[in-house]
């Protein structure tokens, strides 16, 4: 009888139906440029297995890394399950691989949560529902916050109030999910506030900002998960940097859908990825080093004048990572800066953030 797992980084499937079909694409895809990745897990696997037995022992098929397959699959001896599966699981868990066992459905996480056939549901408070809720948008929005709020808590966040929903320290920052009912609207959105080394810590304004802006929509897109909100009007109306989701909420019905909505998309990809955050170094790996489709900001991709509306958090974490590549990045961001009419007239603020990151550029 023969075992197999299959491993890999991202996506993170949402349940194990999800996790198949994840499986059938990526086995579709191959990568262009070797991974070190898929040998370090390997390497990290073999020397954590018991040192009494020879690898041939834990392995039908010992397991050879493939720098270009996006899906690493190992195939561990039945009779030694018992000692090779929980170091597997750990190993993946600290390395941030997913593990899917087609034999048990069984899906285990980077964040250590395990999903069998079954799902798993987001944990939500069973909020009573007040008499004036379809009538009281401010009802709406504390409603929702209160049933949001047990899946934030039991992961380490707090809630606070004002225009701010919950918060978390992470170890790139300060995580916050932002929140105000606007009319039947709820403007919604999650920042990142960087820990900056002290030399840096200039270039932050008064709000702590420059910040990273989450895009909930692309994990609702990568992860398969339904995610309603209105189209953003012209973005010269919209604050420079961001993009706040106007959630539409003018009903008792309608605070339900976005509670169950927001509920999934939190519990099932964006607290994850957060948890995953370790150093400023993953940061920079997701705002600079990964293809476009795969950037989770707003903001810092898009292939439009929009870009001109980037308060350069990429840059300053670049610059915070000491990047080889941060003032090649700095001067091409300037240069499309000073050919843009709109772009010159931030200039300005620019340079001053570039003099902090010791990048001083001679204005013409």
Not at 8 to 34: G, K, M, Y
């Amino acid at each position: 009888m023969s075992y197999v797992l299959h491993l890999w980084r991202h996506p993170v499937p949402v349940s194990s139906e999800d996790a198949r079909a994840t499986l059938h694409d990526l086995r579709q895809q191959l990568s262009f440029s070797p991974d070190a990745a898929a040998g370090q897990l390997l390497e990290a696997i073999a020397s954590a297995l018991p040192p009494e037995g020879a690898p041939e022992d834990y392995w039908t098929e010992i397991p050879e890394p493939d720098p270009f397959a996006l899906v690493q699959s190992l195939s561990p001896d039945v009779a030694e399950l018992e000692a090779v599966l929980p170091v597997i699981e750990r190993v993946a868990r600290q390395l941030g691989w997913v593990i899917f066992d087609p034999q048990s459905g069984e899906v285990h996480t980077p964040s250590g949560r395990v999903m069998g056939p079954g799902g798993s549901a987001a944990a939500v408070a069973d909020v009573p529902v007040p008499p004036d809720l379809d009538t009281s948008p401010s009802a709406r929005s504390r409603w929702v916050q209160q049933s949001l709020e047990p899946l934030f808590v039991q992961r380490g966040w707090r809630k606070v109030r004002g225009e701010f929903w919950f918060k978390k320290k992470l170890p790139v920052g300060e995580a916050l999910v932002y929140s105000d009912m606007v009319r039947d609207t709820l403007h919604h959105g999650v920042w990142i506030r960087l820990a900056l080394p002290s030399h840096l810590q200039s270039a932050l304004n008064s709000d702590g900002g420059p910040a990273f802006r989450v895009s909930l929509q692309h994990f609702a897109q990568t992860h398969r998960l339904p995610f309603t909100y209105l189209e953003p009007p012209a973005l010269f109306q919209k604050q420079a940097g961001g993009v706040i989701y106007e959630l539409p909420m003018g009903s008792a019905d309608s605070a339900a859908t976005r509670r169950d909505e927001l509920a999934a998309l939190y519990d099932r990809a964006v607290l994850d990825w957060l948890d995953r955050l370790h150093s400023l170094e993953d940061l920079d790996r997701w705002a600079n080093r990964v293809p476009d489709e795969e950037c989770p900001f707003v903001g810092l991709r898009q292939l439009s004048d929009y870009r001109l509306l980037n308060y350069h958090p990429d840059l300053l974490v670049a610059a915070a990572v000491n990047a080889p590549d941060f003032e090649q990045r700095a001067l091409e961001r300037y240069a499309m800066y000073e050919a843009d009419a709109f772009g010159r007239g931030l200039l300005p603020q620019m340079h001053e953030l570039l003099a902090v990151c010791g990048l001083h550029i001679v204005r013409r």
